[in-house]
């Protein structure tokens, strides 16, 4: 049930980004970013933001997290993820853990991207 859960949120996670990323790409012409992504990727860190907060009102919700957090939002953006789990290293372990995951892994997602793009023909 778990497995089926996280793909349906994931289904409609990335039809939705798709749909919203295309939608406003065609619509924006800032040649200097990328509108649609970048609004993806914001709207997911508020949306898994909220979920977590209401979380912490609601424990009902919490059977809603495979569907939501890792179905839907993993599908939508990762960036949330990375957001959410910084801002606990954050609190949890400090400022230089927060800061070491954000700089990680910018580097080596962008590395890597970089690398598949430039390399591998």
Do not use: D, P
């Not at 497995?3 to 919203?20: D, E, P, Q, T």
């Not at 898994?48 to 939002?73: D, H, M, P, T, W």
Request: charged residues 5%.
């Amino acid at each position: 049930m778990n497995i089926f859960l996280i793909a349906l949120g994931g289904a409609i996670g990335a039809v939705l980004r798709y749909l919203c990323s295309t939608f406003l790409n065609k619509i924006t012409s800032i040649n200097s970013i990328i509108v649609g992504t970048l609004f993806v990727n914001v709207l997911g860190c508020l949306l898994i933001g909220l979920f977590y907060a209401l979380l912490k009102q609601f424990e009902s919700l919490s059977s809603y997290r495979l569907f939501f957090v890792v179905g839907f939002l993993g599908a939508f953006t990762t960036f949330s993820s990375i957001s959410y789990e910084s801002l606990v290293l954050l609190k949890t372990q400090g400022f230089f853990a927060f800061s070491l995951n954000i700089i990680l892994n910018l580097i080596f997602g962008l590395s890597a991207t970089y690398l598949a793009l430039n390399y591998i023909k």
